[in-house]
């Protein structure tokens, strides 16, 4: 059976940081692409990060760029969001997700994904 389970979230100062976990079960999990998404309230889930299954490729939204990192260590089928800089704006409950893949590539449509995690809450005090 194939979980994905997050951890890490919490509440903090605007400036501040977290680091989100994303702990994979029950897959091979070299083979998969790894992604993060968010869902702040009223809004639609969106796209934040995504990195390849080998991990040397990444790509994040624009809003996140600079402050964001994401990261996989396949020895721990775990991948993590470093989070730095946080904003208001980034307050949402974060959600990993993976999909297998027999391409390096990374994705970041929703629909690319088919494994996703329960989420976790990030919020950010201004």
């Known amino acids: 059976q194939v979980q994905l389970v997050e951890s890490g979230g919490g509440l903090v100062q605007a400036g501040g940081s977290l680091r989100l976990s994303c702990a994979a079960s029950?897959?091979?999990?070299?083979?998969?692409?790894m992604g993060w998404f968010r869902q702040s309230a009223g809004k639609e889930r969106q796209f934040v990060a995504a990195?390849?299954?080998?991990?040397?490729?990444?790509y994040y939204t624009d809003s996140v760029k600079g402050r964001f990192t994401i990261s996989r260590d396949d020895a721990k089928n775990t991948i993590l969001l470093q989070m730095n800089s946080l904003k208001p704006e980034d307050t949402a409950v974060y959600y990993c997700?993976?999909?297998?893949?027999?391409?390096?590539?990374?994705?970041?449509?929703?629909?690319?994904?088919?494994?996703w995690g329960q989420g976790t809450q990030v919020t950010v005090s201004s």
């Open positions: 997700a993976g999909t297998h893949s027999w391409l390096n590539i990374y994705y970041t449509k929703i629909s690319d994904y088919n494994t």
């Open positions: 029950g897959v091979t999990f070299s083979t998969y692409a």
């Open positions: 990195i390849n299954r080998r991990g040397d490729s990444t």
